[in-house]
């Protein structure tokens, strides 16, 4: 077990529950934290209150507890970010540039920053969207995020800081829901066939967007921040890749499970940004610098989350 302080900000959210289990069973300490309060998915973890809109009071946090490393989680998705432009831009822009100024004078050796496809525009190529291209994004989030990866890699060659990204694709997991994006499908989908046998989706059934399962996506961060500092060659944020679906796709895999599914179709505002973002993904530098890939597909994947789902359903407990 290594000898280091990690921090994780927005920790209550979908990917930072399962990024602090993981971590804690590598690390000495990892400190979570959010605005909000602890969720029952972090157990036993160390958590404390901070919002990184408080500059002083997140430099007092990694002054005090001798941080080494930092997972800035914490950020406005892409569908509420268009419903609060402003916070959105606040919390994503002045969070981020608060983590990376305190961690450029603090001592802390690494920082993670999570961006997303939504990068991308209507004039990137949508299918195997390569490392560098066309990057208009349409959203507040997309914009944010963009803005952010720039920010990291001025760091990295002004202030010597080693930050590393990734551009997640729609993230699925059984263990917390998501909240706030455009590919909530994904998830939501899932606990309402369990629990309801049908869904009805916000999204075009024929609407394909890349996707990843959350242990590829908690396995291929912590590589990624586990990489020597050598072989990494993207500074902005590296394509990160799993599988490509639709909602109509992923309804077909949950039949041979739960025949009696059924799925109907409402789109809604998210529909426009789903149009705006790519298919699928090339993240062939991601495999090549630090040796990238998934181990879950379409199949294998929804096969987990029923397995996992209905498990939970059979030991009582209620679902959300």
Request: glycine share 6%.
């Amino acid at each position: 077990m290594k000898n280091e302080t990690i921090l994780i900000t927005g920790a209550c959210g979908q990917l930072g529950t399962e990024l602090v289990t993981t971590l804690r069973k590598y690390y000495k300490r990892v400190l979570a934290t959010d605005l909000k309060d602890a969720v029952e998915a972090l157990g036993d973890a160390e958590f404390r209150k901070l919002d990184v809109l408080h500059r002083q009071g997140l430099y007092e946090v990694i002054q005090k507890e001798k941080v080494t490393q930092v997972y800035h989680l914490a950020a406005i998705l892409s569908a509420t970010g268009e419903q609060q432009p402003e916070l959105a831009w606040r919390v994503n822009m002045k969070g981020l540039r608060n983590v990376l100024e305190i961690c450029s004078t603090s001592g802390v050796k690494k920082v993670f920053f999570p961006s997303t496809i939504a990068v991308f525009g209507s004039t990137t190529p949508r299918t195997h969207t390569p490392q560098h291209t066309s990057t208009e994004p349409a959203t507040i989030y997309g914009i944010s995020k963009l803005a952010g990866e720039l920010w990291c890699q001025w760091y990295f060659l002004n202030k010597n800081l080693d930050v590393r990204s990734l551009r997640y694709p729609g993230l699925i997991s059984y263990k917390t829901k998501a909240g706030g994006g455009t590919t909530d499908y994904a998830v939501d989908i899932f606990f309402a066939a369990v629990k309801d046998k049908k869904y009805n989706c916000f999204l075009e059934k024929d609407t394909v967007l890349p996707m990843m399962y959350m242990p590829d996506a908690v396995r291929g961060t912590i590589e990624l921040m586990e990489a020597p500092a050598e072989r990494i060659s993207v500074r902005t944020a590296y394509n990160f890749a799993g599988f490509s679906c639709s909602p109509a796709q992923i309804a077909v895999v949950i039949t041979r499970f739960i025949p009696e599914f059924q799925i109907t179709y409402a789109p809604d505002f998210r529909q426009k940004i789903a149009d705006s973002w790519p298919q699928s993904i090339d993240d062939q530098p991601a495999r090549n610098d630090w040796g990238w890939l998934p181990e879950y597909d379409l199949d294998k994947m929804v096969e987990d989350m029923l397995f996992n789902l209905l498990k939970t359903k059979e030991k009582h407990t209620v679902l959300p």
